[in-house]
């Protein structure tokens, strides 16, 4: 058996798929399945700290991007986009293909937003319908201060549209504090429950704005109206997929039950960051470090291709290596949600200290003992 340690899909603890298995009903005739549905939202909700309310779509988590963007687009409307990452950029592609326009604020990759320089920015430029922001854009690990992001977004009467997939219960994420419109989740990452499924909440101000379109939403699967009256209506756009849910709502109540959740992840991600950086190795991110994901530069010399593979075949350890301009240059541990914790991380680190020394790299630690090291001061952590 493979060890996941990859920044999504990740672990799945056994009441998780349990909970798949288990008696179906016809989701779309059941009043239970209606307040099922509902309270599972309402959970959703209230672990990221907002009144608006949520909705699980029947997709992977590109559908929640995709269905914000459709539902908030129209011919012509001026989107800024924020870019420091591959997901950040990918937002333009959404919003060319609903017929808007994207304006770019690309920033280095390395590097999370500075906000005091999006201020000024803004002073100038903030003729748009709605922005979009990622809080961690996985393929670097950079993570985003959308707390101060958004609200700077919305004080200009921007809508805000966050992607929160990769960092949504392994970072704070307070929505409505936040003025975020839209913020999209989904289950393989921090949730640990196997991938299938994404969830959005959705302010007034972003319904309203939909409701005041005048073209129609060029989209069905995509279009979040049709959410809006599920519950009163007694009525899914689609048939919701049961097992899927009955699976997101035991993850759910893992992390609702996991009161040491987000410390847990902040001691593991500081501890695998000076693990890496004392032993040598260059970390991607300058400023701006997610603890649910860490990129490690490819040292010179060695191929990210032959790291991965010694991983797999020789430790039984799958991490990941990256997508866009990080192709082939970073590999990637995924520190969260089911894979953070202390003995899965400190195996992984024996194993990549072992790779890179049969690869020539010349490590002066051992990774799992900087890191041991580290976490042992941390409760959390169980060492
Ligand atoms: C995983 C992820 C998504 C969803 O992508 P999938 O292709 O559905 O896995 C979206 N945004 C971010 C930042 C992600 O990490």
Not at 112 to 117: E, S
Not at 194 to 220: D, H, N, Q, W
Request: one cysteine or more; a negative charge.
């Amino acid at each position: 058996m493979l060890k996941i340690m990859t920044p999504g899909p990740t672990q799945v603890r056994e009441n998780v798929r349990l909970a798949r298995s288990r008696e179906i009903t016809n989701p779309d005739l059941e009043q239970q399945f209606f307040d099922f549905y509902q309270d599972t939202c309402r959970l959703i909700g209230k672990l990221i700290h907002t009144d608006n309310p949520v909705y699980i779509l029947g997709g992977e988590g590109i559908l929640g991007l995709e269905a914000a963007c459709a539902s908030l687009t129209e011919q012509g409307d001026k989107v800024l986009v924020l870019d420091n990452g591959v997901f950040g950029e990918g937002f333009a592609d959404f919003v060319r293909l609903y017929g808007g326009e994207p304006v770019l604020y690309t920033t280095d990759y390395r590097e999370a937003f500075d906000v005091y320089k999006l201020a000024e920015y803004l002073k100038k430029n903030h003729d748009f319908k709605y922005a979009t922001v990622v809080q961690c854009d996985t393929p670097s690990g950079v993570l985003n201060d959308v707390s101060r992001i958004c609200p700077l977004l919305s004080s200009y009467g921007i809508l805000t549209v966050v992607d929160a997939v990769a960092s949504m219960f392994g970072e704070v994420l307070e929505v409505d504090k936040s003025c975020i419109d839209i913020v999209c989740g989904g289950s393989q990452k921090v949730v640990s429950a196997p991938p299938g499924l994404c969830f959005v909440s959705v302010s007034k101000r972003a319904f309203i704005s939909m409701e005041k379109r005048t073209a129609p939403i060029a989209s069905y699967y995509g279009n979040l109206l049709c959410f809006k009256e599920y519950y009163e209506k007694k009525w899914f756009p689609y048939t919701m997929p049961i097992s899927d849910i009955n699976g997101l709502r035991a993850a759910l109540d893992n992390i609702y039950e996991d009161r040491d959740i987000l410390s847990r992840h902040k001691s593991i991600g500081n501890g695998i960051r000076q693990a890496l950086r004392k032993g040598g190795l260059s970390l991607y991110i300058t400023k701006g470090d997610s603890n649910t994901v860490t990129a490690i530069e490819v040292p010179t010399d060695i191929k990210a291709e032959d790291i991965l593979r010694i991983m797999k075949e020789k430790y039984h350890i799958l991490i990941a290596g990256s997508i866009g301009i990080m192709s082939g240059k970073v590999i990637r541990i995924g520190h969260m949600g089911e894979n953070a914790n202390y003995s899965d991380v400190a195996e992984t680190l024996k194993a990549l200290t072992k790779t890179l020394r049969e690869l020539g790299f010349p490590l002066t630690v051992d990774l799992e003992d900087i890191f041991s090291e580290v976490v042992r001061k941390d409760i959390y952590c169980q060492v």
